[in-house]
């Protein structure tokens, strides 16, 4: 068994027993494919008139209508989803709650200096918020409040995350460091050489979170209707037209939650590309598995490096593992083919057994693949359009789970025309470089992905591109 600090590369090709693995996997997310889930909601029919209409049925359409509805009960509030809640990022994600706003705090550093310690408050109380939200609106969606341990893989990367402890502290955050002997009383694999604990995360069931929240809003009032996706929006005066297949909606404002989803505002198109993330869901481990990796604390863990898995345990102790690359496809192509993708799933499955050897044999019941909606400063941004009367909020570049609910209240303020805290932060306020037009959107894209596997293979090391995308401030991030 190969012993600490002589970690072997990971495996950059599908192997057999990957293969094997993902064999016989349900080509869809495992959230999303359960009993439990709800029937199909109608589609908008006809005419149809509110006050405030929410477009995006995920997360952060959904916190938008149950905010607006808790807030103001006399408000006529619609939400109009183009497939079936939850389709989308929101239904294939890893399920951690983070308390991060900024895609973690090295990019909060990099790009919000001056206001960080504000952002680091308002992400604590966002994860306060969703919990005890949840806990009155009586959702139940396993959440288990972990933490999150980040795994070094290589000896380099245990310098880079005592450096990430040390910041954490002094901006006084309560992450701990922990060496080789630590890590190994969390995790029992040979490639923990040490690792961060971050406390604030919250592991949940994003499945059972999403159709929770999509019941409550309808308790509080909102009429949710799915298979109505929005085709155009035009201000007529005082009121905001959106059209749908079978309907025309009128509002006076309106928030737009489409993530990765082709923006129905054309402007909004240079701010976002769809990268397609993959993961694969285990069989429910055996006691004598669970005991093999000695990962009884449930933290939810990762790994460093530019390309980075992430993996956490479910109620009924199967495993979740996923992330590594992020693709591109040619103009901002989302075609659902690329949900599926052998190749990604055998090479997650053989990184998997990497991780934990003793889990050879172990099959997945599920494998997909989804578009998540990244921009070039990882972390959500807003659009004002149409005289105030409408808000986008787009880019979260993964961790929207927690971040989405700070986007949806952020975004309820700005399209009411509130002066509040959150309105006045820069990072509301601004927005991230555009990514060029096609071809040097998808050149650009795909020699950076080449430049993080190089800077992997060479311990961490940026090369001269990573450093001038770094510089120029216009990056690619999964």
């Not at 607006?68 to 009960?73: G, R, T, Y």
Request: with cysteine; aromatic share 8%.
């Amino acid at each position: 068994m190969t012993t600490p600090g002589t970690t072997t590369p990971w495996a950059t090709a599908p192997t057999r027993r990957g293969s094997l693995m993902v064999a016989s996997a349900a080509p869809e997310s495992f959230w999303l494919d359960r009993p439990e889930r709800p029937d199909p909601r109608p589609r908008a029919v006809g005419e149809v008139s509110a006050d405030l209409v929410v477009v995006g049925g995920g997360f952060t359409g959904l916190w938008t209508a149950v905010q607006a509805a808790e807030e103001n009960p006399g408000r006529s509030i619609v939400l109009l989803e183009g497939g079936r809640i939850g389709d989308g990022a929101s239904g294939r994600n890893g399920g951690f709650c983070s308390a991060s706003l900024t895609h973690g705090l090295g990019n909060g550093m990099d790009r919000y200096a001056d206001e960080l310690p504000t952002l680091l408050r308002m992400g604590t109380e966002t994860l306060d918020a969703i919990e005890s939200t949840c806990a009155h609106l009586g959702i139940e969606a396993d959440f288990e409040r972990t933490g999150e341990l980040d795994i070094a893989n290589f000896p380099y990367q245990v310098d880079e995350l005592r450096e990430l402890v040390d910041d954490a502290r002094g901006l006084g955050q309560a992450m701990e460091f922990l060496d080789a002997a630590d890590i190994a009383s969390r995790v029992t694999s040979p490639r923990a050489l040490g690792g961060a604990f971050d406390p604030d995360v919250i592991m949940v069931d994003p499945g059972k979170l999403v159709w929770g929240l999509a019941a409550a809003a309808e308790r509080l009032g909102v009429r949710v209707y799915e298979n109505s996706r929005v085709t155009s929006l035009a201000q007529r005066g005082d009121r905001i037209r959106l059209t749908t297949g079978y309907a025309v909606v009128t509002a006076s404002k309106v928030v737009m939650a489409t993530a990765a989803t082709t923006p129905v505002l054309r402007k909004l198109r240079h701010w976002i590309v769809p990268v397609w993330d993959h993961s694969i869901m285990t069989e429910p481990l055996t006691q004598e598995q669970l005991d093999s990796i000695g990962w009884s604390g449930r933290e939810g863990l990762a790994d460093g490096g530019h390309r980075f898995h992430y993996f956490r345990l479910t109620a009924d102790n199967r495993i979740l593992f996923g992330g590594w690359d992020a693709h591109y496809f040619y103009g901002n192509d989302t075609d659902p083919r690329h949900q599926q993708d052998p190749d990604a799933f055998a090479l997650l499955a053989e990184h998997l057994l990497q991780y934990f050897p003793s889990l050879v044999g172990l099959e997945a019941s599920h494998a997909w693949g989804g578009s998540i909606d990244t921009c070039s400063r990882f972390s959500a941004f807003w659009d004002v359009s149409m005289n105030g009367r409408v808000v986008s909020v787009l880019g979260f570049t993964g961790l929207g789970v927690g971040a989405s609910h700070f986007g949806a209240r952020t975004a309820l303020d700005l399209v009411d025309g509130l002066d509040t805290e959150r309105t006045r932060l820069n990072m509301v306020r601004t927005k991230p470089l555009p990514f060029p037009p096609e071809p040097l959107r998808w050149i650009g894209i795909t020699i950076t992905r080449n430049a993080f596997a190089r800077a992997d293979r060479n311990e961490g090391k940026s090369g001269l591109w990573l450093r001038a995308m770094n510089k120029v401030g216009l990056g690619f991030d999964s």
